[in-house]
T-cell receptor, first 115, second 109 residues
């Protein structure tokens, strides 16, 4: 089946630094990818929709200058958490839409811990 | 506003069928019903989806009522590894996927 690779799986960083998370669709082209965040014992919250070759669409309340999204190719989207702070510590998950078979496939997630 | 309603938690005995209900009374004609599950600290895993007809695959069966206002996911022989949070989602194919609170299924020996 289709696979979405997300890297890194876990990152610990100091407050004020930036962290980049990569999301790759391995065996299909994804014109649209989605980024979610999840706090402990809560559901996934959609942060933004990433479209290849255009600007991302952010959900209300998500700072676009804080969470930079780049979708430069049909198989790669990146999320950069800029100037990370402890409140940004969360589980970040990407997904990619395989339009051919009407499914969304999810990456394995990135646990971000900001000290 | 939530498009689906699911019980917050359910228990099931190992080897028995797990029947997870979902209400989606405001579903529109072009929206599909999707089921995903999430095991702790992992990304969601696709299970099954359907529009009108009942569906079955190697993981589960999906039963959609005739009026499409509710559905049931059936795991025919639950195992301990099926313990997870199960999400029922309705969406148009061109739209994003938004998660509700889901049902935490615990399979007990």
């Amino acid at each position: 089946g289709a696979v979405v690779s997300q890297h890194p799986s876990r990152v610990i960083c100091k407050s004020g630094t930036s962290v980049k998370i990569e999301c790759r669709s391995l065996d299909f082209q994804a014109t649209t990818m989605f980024w979610y965040r999840q706090f402990p014992k809560q559901s996934l919250m959609l942060m933004a929709t990433s479209n290849e070759g255009s600007k991302a669409t952010y959900e209300q309340g998500v700072e676009k200058d804080k969470f930079l999204i780049n979708h430069a190719s049909l198989t790669l989207s990146t999320l950069t958490v800029t100037s990370a702070h402890p409140e940004d510590s969360s589980f970040y998950i990407c997904s990619a839409r395989d339009t051919g078979i009407k499914k969304l496939f999810f990456g394995s997630g990135t646990q971000l811990s900001v000290l | 506003d939530a498009k689906t309603t699911q019980p917050p938690s359910m228990d099931c005995a190992e080897g028995r069928a797990a029947n997870l209900p979902c209400n989606h009374s405001t579903i529109s004609g072009n929206e599909y019903v999707y089921w995903y599950r999430q095991i702790h600290s992992q990304g969601p895993q696709y299970i099954i989806h359907g529009l009108k007809n009942n569906e079955t695959n190697e993981m589960a069966s999906l039963i959609i009522t005739e009026d499409r206002k509710s559905s049931t996911l059936i795991l025919p022989h639950a195992t301990l590894r099926d313990t997870a949070v199960y999400y029922c989602i309705v969406r148009d194919l061109n739209n994003d996927m938004r998660f509700g609170a889901g049902t935490r299924l615990t399979v007990k020996p």
